[in-house]
């Protein structure tokens, strides 16, 4: 399916209202929400049946939205082109996942018990338009009962997911290529306030 000013509409109203929407992403289809909104991102853990003592990862477009809940000022010069990367530049075969320590302005039920966050800039255009026009996190998480393998394209997501949500995008529905989860980075802060980056998931 293309991309619709249309689907793209009712899904953006879906997660203003806070409503929960199935969509595609930057690596596979996830379920998603405003992640300001703490009775959207319950449901999202009630459709996964996932225990809501695993954080969920979120989306973001930009470094200046990232600044709200993360500071930057000591991040290594190495992560920072990691994040956006230019096309020809990328370090990557997958889109990056960071998970950050100390997130803040984020509901708690986002949050590890450490009070880090796994947070990705997308770069995919439908959903990097959705975090732009939110002007918030969006909530991504695979498409998929917790514990049952992740969907890598819409024909193989569970019916039950697709009856659950509020809005299933059109866009992307007909894409069979194999997408694969994201790379994760977890950055660590030393001490004597060093920060450095270690691989989780290549």
């Known amino acids: 399916m293309r991309y619709t000013s249309d689907d793209f509409n009712v899904a953006l109203s879906t997660l203003r209202n806070g409503g929960v929407i199935l969509y595609p992403t930057d690596t596979i289809w996830g379920i998603g929400c405003d992640a300001t909104n703490e009775t959207a991102v319950r449901r999202v853990y009630d459709i996964k049946r996932r225990d809501d003592s695993k954080a969920l990862i979120l989306l973001l477009d930009s470094m200046e939205h990232l600044r709200k809940y993360v500071s930057l000022e000591r991040l290594p010069s190495t992560l920072t082109g990691y ?34 966050a796994a947070i990705r800039l997308t770069r995919e255009e439908f959903s990097h338009n959705l975090c732009a026009a939110l002007g918030s996190p969006l909530v991504s998480t695979s498409a998929n009962i917790s514990g049952k393998p992740a969907p890598q394209y819409f ?14 995008c059109r866009y992307r529905q007909d894409d069979t290529a194999l997408a694969l989860p994201s790379t994760i980075l977890r950055l660590s802060i030393a001490p004597k306030g060093d920060v450095a980056f270690s691989i989780i998931r290549q």
């Not at 530049?89 to 450490?114: G, W």
């Not at 024909?155 to 299933?168: E, G, H």
């Open 83 to 116: 994040l956006q990367p230019r096309d020809d530049e990328k370090p990557f075969a997958k889109p990056v996942t960071v998970i950050y320590p100390d997130v803040q302005n984020l509901p708690l039920s986002l949050l590890a018990s450490d009070g880090s």
């Open 155 to 168: 024909q193989q997501i569970d019916k039950k997911i697709i009856s659950a949500v509020d809005y299933v």
